[in-house]
């Protein structure tokens, strides 16, 4: 992910990918004027005093009142988990829920509350002005919702298990370029890298490939793994910005070389901006705008080809590409929605069984929460980035979100000194796996898959940590193809560095995937 210069004020609304923590209650905040919205500047100091002292910020332990300012402050648009009043709040969602009698009634019954406190103030509203985005698969209503008197009802409702804002997220005002960096945030970077060197900065292979520098056994063994295994058989779906239609090894040169005989999908979630309120389209394209879905997908499975392009972890993994957000900070409510429906387009799909996202925001998402968890039931490997920032802001923000739900396996990235983070990397308690992705002597990151061409670029953080691990996981699955996933998680566990003690900022460390497939003993 490229590090973007921006004042401290703004500094930590970056602080992300970027799929443990039990709910915890927020800090106090003072006692605002109720019937005034608390302003951006208030919202975020009391998010980020919350984060400074309790490592999360949940929407669930706020206020109604914080809840309505960030609603104010934003699209408007409230997530809303329902249940029927004869289930527990905190009970698992049964696979049918959205399609369960009792659940559709309950559905019926928080719609009609939400309109009728609605209708108060605006006696026009209709259904229809109300949902934003239809849900097909988890019990949850996404809505407009102008009244504090609403979210009031809803908490006060026995059919609500959470009524959360959706694109809210921290951007301090003092900050006059926050907005636009903010929507760029993570793109932009991932064009072709000069001076990179033959015999240092990556190992020229028989075929005429290029081996990242990270990728050699004195880090993780995955060049001598690759003589058992190179991932065929696994499929990765990775949910990110997409894959660039102008990349042609994620697309007509996926197989070539020792790459043959995969599968490739370009799939989209994320939905169209809308006008003045009303969506002018289902869905975006599945094409890259922003480079670093490109780069991840191209460091989990680039082939192995003979272009003299840089060569993915798995490069004979089938691989789904996923289009569900703008960039890699989840702060807008249609990303929020594109990554619910990326975990459960992956639920549904009985051929993947890795995940990876390397996307994340400061902020809770009991919608985001919901389909992961339904994923992760399904028996799912889940990745995700610890967060990336800035140097000094990555050791104050912990594990970002999703990464610190337990469903997600949280990785980040060390330099090749082996035993600190990269400048921009997150760590915490909620970190499992690392993976080597910074040199000491001159900062550079790994290789992989520019926009466009056969000439490498380089991109790093947690995010491409996170996208190699799934590599490394997708390469160990294939050589072990009926074992479930806690055991290949066991194996992981077993061939890393920190097998013996988990340690509590880098987890159980740095895998040897040559061990991890059976082949040596590191």
């Known amino acids: 992910m490229r590090i973007l210069p921006l004042a401290p004020a703004a500094l930590l609304a970056l602080a992300l990918a970027a799929c443990q923590h039990d709910a915890a209650d927020q800090v106090p905040a003072p006692q605002p004027d109720p019937t005034t919205a608390l302003s951006p500047q208030q919202l975020d100091e009391q998010i980020f005093s919350t984060l400074r002292q309790k490592g999360q910020f949940d929407w669930n332990a706020a206020s109604a009142h914080t809840v309505w300012s960030a609603l104010q402050q934003s699209d408007h648009v409230l997530s809303v988990g329902y249940r029927p009043a004869s289930v527990r709040a905190s009970a698992p969602l049964p696979d049918d829920a959205r399609l ?3 659940w559709q009634q309950a559905r019926q019954q928080v719609l009609a509350l939400i309109l009728a ?3 108060k103030a605006h006696p026009e509203l209709t259904p229809e002005k109300l949902l934003v985005f239809e849900q097909n698969t988890l019990p949850v209503l996404t809505v407009t919702v102008r009244e504090l008197a609403t979210i009031k009802a809803l908490r006060e409702s026995g059919l609500v298990r959470y ?3 959706m694109g809210y997220e921290p951007r301090h005002q003092e900050a006059s370029k926050a907005a636009s960096i903010l929507s760029s945030s993570g793109c932009g970077s991932n064009t072709a890298t000069a001076g990179l060197v033959a015999g240092s900065d990556y190992t020229v292979l028989s075929n005429g490939s290029k081996s990242s520098w990270n990728q050699a056994d004195v880090y993780h063994g995955i ?12 499929k990765v779906l990775i949910i990110d910005t997409g894959a660039s239609s102008a990349q042609e090894n994620l697309g007509s040169a996926f197989n070539q070389g020792l790459s043959s005989g995969r599968t490739l999908e370009r799939l989209v979630t994320l939905p169209r901006n809308s006008i003045f309120g009303i969506p002018y389209g289902d869905y975006e394209t599945p094409n890259d705008g922003c480079g670093h879905g490109t780069g991840m997908a191209g460091a989990c499975a680039a082939p192995r080809g003979t272009d003299g392009a840089s060569v993915g972890v798995a490069y004979n993994a089938n691989l789904i590409t996923v289009r569900a957000a703008e960039d890699v900070f989840l702060d807008a409510s ?7 429906d990326a975990y459960l387009l992956a639920a549904g799909r009985s051929d993947v069984r890795i995940i990876s996202m390397s996307m994340g925001r400061l902020t809770s998402s009991s919608q985001m929460a919901d389909a992961i968890r339904l994923a992760y039931s399904r028996g799912k490997l889940i990745f995700c980035a610890a967060g990336t920032s800035f140097d000094w802001s990555a050791g104050f923000v912990g594990v970002i979100y999703p990464a610190s739900l337990a469903e997600a396996v949280a990785v980040t990235g060390v330099k090749d000194n082996l035993t600190s983070r990269c400048d ?5 308690a909620d970190v499992e796996f690392t993976v080597v ?4 002597s001159n900062n550079l990151r790994p290789l992989s ?3 466009s061409g056969d000439a490498p670029s380089t991109i790093g953080g947690s995010s491409v940590a996170t996208a190699s691990m799934a590599g490394m996981a997708a390469v160990v699955w294939a050589k072990y193809p009926t074992e479930t996933r806690e055991q290949i998680k066991a194996r992981l566990v077993a061939a890393s560095s920190n097998r013996s003690s988990r340690d509590p900022n880098f987890g159980w460390g740095r895998v040897n995937l040559a061990s991890a497939v059976g082949g040596l003993v590191n």
């Open 449 to 451: 898959l520019a926009m």
């Open 437 to 440: 992705m910074q040199r000491t």
């Open 424 to 428: 921009e990397c997150h760590v915490g």
């Open 223 to 234: 060049r001598t793994a690759w003589s058992q295994s190179t991932g065929r058989g696994s």
């Open 163 to 165: 009524a959360e804002p």
């Open 100 to 102: 369960s009698p009792e």
């Open 117 to 119: 406190e609605e209708q």
């Open 334 to 340: 249609r990303e929020v929605q594109g990554v619910t």
